[in-house]
T-cell receptor
Framework: GAVVSQHPSRVICKSGTSVKIECRSL??????MFWYRQFPKKSLMLMAT?????????EQGVEKDKFLINHASLTLSTLTVTSAHPEDSSFYIC?????????????FGPGTRLTVT | LAKTTQPISMDSYEGQEVNITCSHN???????ITWYQQFPSQGPRFIIQ???TKVTNEVASLFIPADRKSSTLSLPRVSLSDTAVYYC????????????FGTGTLLAVQP
């Protein structure tokens, strides 16, 4: 099946710094990728839809200036958490959809655990 | 997007068949029903998708009644490794292709 990778898998940063998380589709091209955040024992929350070559679409309540998304190629989307604070500590997951596949079949990355100290 | 309601948790034993039911009373005509599985600290994994009646793959079966206001994920002969959270999602057949996750069902399989 399709493979989506994320890097890094785990990151610890100090409050006030910025962190970049990469999401790559390894064996297919993804014009659209999605970014989610998941707090412990909670469900996934969609943050934004990343579109190759255009601006990302953010969900209500998600600060676009704090969570910068760049989708510069058909296989790479990045999420940058700017001026991170402890409340940004969470599990960040990306997903991508195979072109031509059913809308429900999205492939998820393994996630990135962000800890802000 | 249609809201879904699932049991928060379920318990089972190895070798049993497990059925997890999801309610989606406001499902739209062009919506599909999709189930995902998530292990701790991992991204979700697609299990099965259907529109009506019954769908079966190598992992599970999905039963959808005629009114489509609910669906049941059936896992045959579960093992310990099936312990995970199972999410039911609807609302994917229209112009939007976003996935909105509900609370999910934590299935705990015991020996």
């Amino acid at each position: 099946g399709a493979v989506v990778s994320q890097h890094p898998s785990r990151v610890i940063c100090k409050s006030g710094t910025s962190v970049k998380i990469e999401c790559r589709s390894l064996d297919f091209q993804a014009t659209t990728m999605f970014w989610y955040r998941q707090f412990p024992k909670k469900s996934l929350m969609l943050m934004a839809t990343s579109n190759e070559g255009s601006k990302a679409t953010y969900e209500q309540g998600v600060e676009k200036d704090k969570f910068l998304i760049n989708h510069a190629s058909l296989t790479l989307s990045t999420l940058t958490v700017t001026s991170a604070h402890p409340e940004d500590s969470s599990f960040y997951i990306c997903s991508a959809r195979l072109p031509g596949q059913g809308l429900g079949e999205q492939y998820f990355g393994p996630g990135t655990r962000l800890t802000v100290t | 997007l249609a809201k879904t309601t699932q049991p928060i948790s379920m318990d089972s034993y190895e070798g049993q068949e497990v059925n997890i039911t999801c309610s989606h009373n406001n499902i739209a005509t062009n919506d599909y029903i999709t189930w995902y599985q998530q292990f701790p600290s991992q991204g979700p994994r697609f299990i099965i998708q259907g529109y009506k009646t019954k769908v079966t793959n190598e992992v599970a079966s999905l039963f959808i009644p005629a009114d489509r206001k609910s669906s049941t994920l059936s896992l045959p002969r579960v093992s310990l490794s099936d312990t995970a959270v199972y999410y039911c999602l609807v609302g994917l057949g229209g112009a939007t292709n976003k996935l909105i996750f509900g609370t999910g069902t934590l299935l705990a399989v015991q020996p």
